[in-house]
């Protein structure tokens, strides 16, 4: 690595200790050494970057804020960690054309909010938004709460700018909103994980700001009365800007982390209607009925304050469980909507079965369950126990025509299951993309295939 | 051809002369003879075509109903021509999760009806709905009128199944909204014009229904005061599900051919909002404000009927322009909304200066202009100065941010300017794709590379 340092300025790179520590691990708690972390500045630093550990044969692993709940980010086979989080500019908003062009390391949160003060809107908004930037949600095509009605990060992609694991720098995607000349580059790389290219420049289309925001919270005294409101709602083409679903499990340690008077409830949803006022106004009245008549107590709050105060209460879910077992079995299975009753229930009679408590919560108005089995690996036979699960859990998601993940993607966590849903001649042809674009196997090696 | 006949049922594959000839050309008024045209009936009978074009090494053109207008379905390498149009059927409208199945037959305008009885709404709507396919709609990608406030093909797509040119079978994407496992070879697989594999079924998302429509048509008597008007209403935040814009040229010949009230405009404005009956009341009242502030003269139609005449009047400029100039060269760049002015006032000096006639038309809201230089290829001298002008007009496009082509794809006919667009690393990447998928290079082989 006394090379490396040679070949960027050396305040760009570090093989101090404590910097190995703090970039060998990320949100699933799988650590690993890098051999030395990098901070490029601009693309050209990162074309050096890549130019060097191609030529040396070196892993490169591409980092965001190490959100990743699936290891993503890990440097499991040593390597370079490329950290883009100096590359944090806004270089570029365009209210007219509804267009903005951001460095990778740019905070989503912060993007928001800029935007925000310019009228615009940025949909995607990752639980983690205060800390993960715009370059991690590309790489894994993050969703979030408002994906029901907004889509995920790809639907807001329109360039990309990236750097090849041997140093090329490649254009994808156009700034206008349609563009239709070659292959679709760019959405091969929105969700690819760091294992084709380093992204460098990224543009996105952006909203008009909706006009105002009206959020419920409500609480039922059973599980399948929450489920069925999801159902219905969608069933009667309401489409709210967020339907989250919290279980018993999840109010339990929310409850036990930060009191929010949800206790007692079997099941909590969080709807939240956003657009012009009187269409907000008028949905929202037909959402009440359709939770009341669930039999659920509820709470509106219309002001953004009471708002804030409940998505701090749903972004509190993480920490709350994490509190309990800092080493939970943390999966983010999708199934059609019309199946998360079932789903959800399925879950409740494997945790009741197996005796091993499952917490699910999640973007129940697209099917988005995050599945949080709770053991600790202090406890290994348990934890070995738990760890089975994940199968049987996935199983009945393909089972009831869903995915092994909405959000979070592969990484190393779901490498071992990506099989049972991504066949042999599908495997073939991403492999072979793959080699097309990393012929040395370099960047990020380990993730996505097992 | 023989042993294809011994290889598929007779009634599914035909050498007849006028088989031959309805089956050798598409919009694009490009001809050349297939050896066979064969019309699977279901996707093993795809897989058996393909094994045998494999085997035999003989080209396989995949066709929806031949409505590109770039030759992207013209046999010029011979082969088989493989009609999709018996694979027609609706397979799934599951309303409740918002998804539908189809085969690639399906006429677009014949989903859109069947969906509107259950009160659903597919929102990409090319000019050619009446027959396009939604296979062919993913082929490339297209786009239509509605894509400034609901997005392409692509953004509808949620699974495919396909066969690969050796037959072998693949499944991209979930039915589920969201899906991150492994690399998207749903989104490679749209707008890659059948090159990479013959599409067999398609699913989709749907939309509820909008509660209502509202179409203007505003006439001017300036060209800038009807491309400021588009570029005030984005400004302003408002989103109209369709922008659409008519020059000179285009509103003469469509009088020409279909009187319509329009004769003495410099251009035309059709606005479309939809939503809310509130929302959509009071954007129109701003809506007509700025139409007004801009000197334009206002129809407003809020009845079915009404609307269908100006849309039967907006999907008549194609034939009219066709009556004009039979082999007219017909481009659809895109550039940023800000620019249409710029792009646009372009256009016209191009023309006057070249004393050649373009008409312009199209989706001024997304950027998305049709370019038609009217030269018919018997006047062979002004059909080859006409031809010269392509390249100017692709070079301004990109010089303003654009891109070459926003709905029609690349096909034959801009398959020598794909480099203006797509420089070196980028096409090294999309011809290994190519080549992963299509290693014998049989599948629809002459177009999208130059």
């Not at 639980?127 to 370059?135: D, K, N, P, R, V």
Request: proline letters at 5%; charged letters at 25%; hydrophobic letters at 40%.
């Amino acid at each position: 690595m006394q090379r490396l340092k040679g070949f960027l300025d050396s305040h760009k790179v570090s093989t101090e200790k404590a910097d190995l520590l703090c970039y060998g691990f990320d949100a699933s708690k799988i650590k690993a050494a890098p051999a030395a972390v990098a901070w490029p500045e601009d693309t050209t630093d990162v074309v050096r970057l890549s130019k060097f550990a191609y030529e040396q044969e070196i892993p490169l692993i591409p980092r965001g804020a190490g959100t990743s709940t699936t290891g993503s980010s890990v440097p499991t086979k040593g390597g370079i960690v490329l950290s883009l989080e100096r590359m944090n500019q806004i270089l570029e908003i365009d209210g007219d054309n509804l267009f903005v062009m951001v460095e990778p390391g740019v905070i989503n949160g912060a993007l928001q909010r800029e935007l925000g003060l310019k009228g615009l809107f940025y949909p995607p908004d990752p639980a983690s938004l205060e800390f993960c930037t715009i370059g991690g949600n590309v790489a894994v095509n993050a969703g979030g709460p408002r994906a029901i009605k907004y889509g995920v990060t790809g639907n807001y992609v329109r360039y990309l700018e990236a750097v090849l694991p041997d140093g090329r720098v490649i254009e994808a995607g156009v700034r206008t909103k349609k563009g239709v000349v070659g292959y679709d580059l760019k959405s091969l790389l929105v969700g690819s994980e760091g294992t084709l290219a380093t992204i460098t420049k990224i543009g996105l289309s952006v909203l008009p700001e909706p006009e105002t925001v009206l959020t419920l919270i409500a609480s039922y005294r059973s599980l399948r009365s929450a489920t069925e409101t999801v159902t219905t709602i969608i069933a009667n083409r309401i489409i709210p800007r967020t339907l989250e679903f919290l279980d018993r499990a999840t109010i339990e340690a929310l409850e036990a982390y930060q009191p929010s008077g949800l206790k007692g409830s079997e099941s909590v949803l969080i709807i939240e209607l956003d657009g012009p006022v009187k269409t907000v106004e008028r949905d929202s009245e037909r959402v009440v009925q359709i939770c009341q008549s669930k039999g659920a107590s509820l709470e509106v709050a219309d002001d953004s304050l009471s708002q804030q105060s409940i998505w701090a209460t749903r972004r509190a879910i993480s920490p709350a469980l994490f509190h309990i077992s800092p080493t939970k079995i943390n999966e983010d299975i999708v199934v059609p909507v019309t199946a998360v009753p079932d789903m959800v229930e399925f879950l409740q009679r494997l945790s009741e079965q197996e005796g091993i408590p499952i917490a699910s919560f999640g973007h129940a108005g697209d099917g988005n369950l995050h599945v949080n089995i709770m053991v600790n690996q202090e406890d290994r036979e348990l934890y070995e126990k738990g760890r089975s699960l994940v199968r049987e859990i996935f199983r009945e998601a393909l089972r009831l025509g869903g995915s092994l993940s909405g959000e979070h993607g592969v990484g190393l966590t779901k490498a071992d299951y990506i099989d049972m849903e991504i066949h042999n001649n599908e495997m073939d042809l991403m492999r072979g993309i793959k080699r097309l674009f990393d012929h040395r196997m370099i960047l990020n090696p380990g993730k996505v295939f097992p």
